[in-house]
């Protein structure tokens, strides 16, 4: 079974400053993606970024980018020049190829102070 | 042109009842899930429907019922309603997966808050 591991539950920076949130994960398949979501308070998931497990190179996304780390099962997700509008939740999560579901983290709520 | 598309958005009722909550994707898609969000913002599959197809089902109580009329729509109908069934439910859809790629990412829709009283 797969399990998402977001050891941040909240976390609280200034706007324009840099935040990174973690995301550990455990699989034993060699084939999987990771995603991170955001929830903000109107309750709407949207995907931020996704990464596919055999390209080693970092997916960036505008201000979003992550730092993937295949041997340490991390995946962390880098904020540049943090927004008002980036207060949420942040959700990782993967998906196994061939299965037809996100497992997701337990979540961090990002709060970007003015 | 809402992608995911569900209704209601909230939904109050009480302990015993039967209720529906409806979902609708115009993307194209042939996959379609419900997730369960619970008080704590938990995130957790419960259904996936594959061409009408159920191909996921995580041990959820018989109460609960998904319906896929066809590929665009993806309904779920709770009987006998508990306290505990009270959480948002997310309606998501994507391509199938096998192949992978960008065609695999889901898209969810806005949520329903259900409160069971």
């Known amino acids: 079974a797969q399990t998402v591991t977001q050891s941040q539950p909240e976390m609280s920076v200034q706007e324009a400053e840099t935040v990174t949130l973690s995301c550990t994960y455990d699989?034993?398949?060699?084939?999987?993606?990771l995603f991170w979501y955001k929830q903000p308070p109107s309750r709407q998931m949207i995907l931020v970024i996704r990464?596919?497990?055999?390209?080693?190179q970092n997916a960036t996304e505008n201000r979003f980018s992550v730092n993937f780390q295949k041997a340490a099962k991390s995946f962390s997700l880098k904020i540049s020049d943090s927004q008002l509008g980036d207060t949420a939740m942040y959700f990782c999560?993967?998906?196994?190829?061939?299965?037809?579901?996100?497992?997701f983290g337990q979540g961090t709520r990002l709060t970007i102070n003015p | 042109d809402t992608a995911v598309s569900q209704t209601p958005k909230y939904l109050v009722t009480q302990m015993g009842n039967d209720k529906s909550i409806k979902c609708e994707q115009n993307?194209?898609?042939?996959?379609m899930y419900w997730y369960k969000q619970d008080s704590k913002k938990f995130l957790k599959i419960m259904f996936s429907?594959?061409?009408?197809?159920?191909?996921i089902n995580e041990t959820v109580p018989n109460r609960f019922s998904p319906k896929s009329p066809d590929k665009a729509h993806l309904n779920l109908h709770i009987n006998s309603l508990e306290l505990g069934d009270s959480a948002v439910y997310f309606c998501?859809?994507?391509?199938?997966?096998?192949?992978?790629?960008?065609?695999?990412?889901?898209?969810f829709g806005p949520g329903t808050r259900l409160t069971v009283t």
């Open positions: 998501a859809s994507s391509h199938l997966s096998l192949a992978g790629g960008p065609r695999n990412e889901q898209y």
């Open positions: 699989t034993s398949e060699s084939n999987y993606y």
């Open positions: 990464q596919e497990a055999y390209k080693q």
């Open positions: 999560a993967v998906l196994i190829q061939g299965a037809q579901k996100l497992v």
């Open positions: 993307l194209g898609h042939d996959t």
């Open positions: 429907y594959n061409n009408k197809e159920l191909i």
